[in-house]
T-cell receptor, first 116, second 115 residues
């Protein structure tokens, strides 16, 4: 199973709402990532979790709050977002460490977020 | 710091014609190189990867790429494209400094295949 799943597919939220994005993988990968992708741009890294611990936070505003409850799940909690946060949010996973042999990341289909 | 340059933002081509999408990278250390494809309103799918060994790498959907260390390039090729190959293609390099293999993406090349 080389699939990363993300829910929901689409989300529309107001600027005062609280919502969460969910990501799941069952490949045994111990690194998981959140990316933000604006139209016609490459993905921008937001957060990296390694062995369920936050290892990289790319200076993301606090209105985005990641959580990794276990090795298969990754959440992104959203609160008080701005219209410019509208984008495709991608989750990915990969093996960790040089002994894993490869560094490719497997991406989910994304959540299309619209902030009104 | 590593970086990736995709020289063409758009590549129009007729169906059944060959195509080459160019990618150059800069790095002072060993690199791992990848090509991803993104179809409209979808996530990224790995096409192929170069980690070590043979410089000619074959991937899915008939694509291949050649790693050229002296020219710091990793160009993607397909001998005959189909309409269904219309998509955005991203070249990426892995950061060798960490254990997670964080990806650095190029800006992407939009391949448009016309009938």
């Amino acid at each position: 199973d080389t699939e990363v799943t993300q829910t929901p597919k689409h989300l529309v939220m107001g600027m005062t709402n609280k919502k969460s994005l969910k990501c799941e993988q069952h490949m045994g990968h111990r690194a998981m990532y959140w990316y933000k992708q604006k139209a016609k741009k490459p993905p921008e890294l937001m957060f990296v979790y390694s062995y369920e611990k936050l290892s990289i936070n790319e200076s993301v505003p606090s209105r985005f709050s990641p959580e990794c409850p276990n090795s298969s799940l990754l959440n992104l909690h959203l609160h008080a977002l701005q219209p410019e946060d509208s984008a495709l949010y991608l989750c990915a996973s990969s093996p960790v460490g040089r002994t894993a042999g490869t560094y490719e990341q497997y991406f989910g289909p994304g959540t299309r977020l619209t902030v009104t | 710091a590593q970086s990736v340059t995709q020289l063409d933002s758009q590549v129009p081509v007729f169906e059944e014609a060959p195509v080459e999408l160019r990618c150059n990278y800069s790095s002072s250390v060993s690199v791992y190189l990848f090509w991803y494809v993104q179809y409209p309103n979808q996530g990224l799918q790995l096409l192929l990867k170069y980690l070590s060994g043979s410089t000619l790498v074959k991937g899915i959907n008939g694509f291949e790429a050649e790693f050229n260390k002296s020219q710091t390039s990793f160009h993607l090729r397909k001998p005959s494209v189909h309409i269904s190959d219309t998509a955005e293609y991203f070249c990426a390099v892995s950061d060798d400094g960490g254990s997670q293999g964080n990806l650095i993406f190029g800006k992407g090349t939009k391949l448009s295949v016309k009938p």
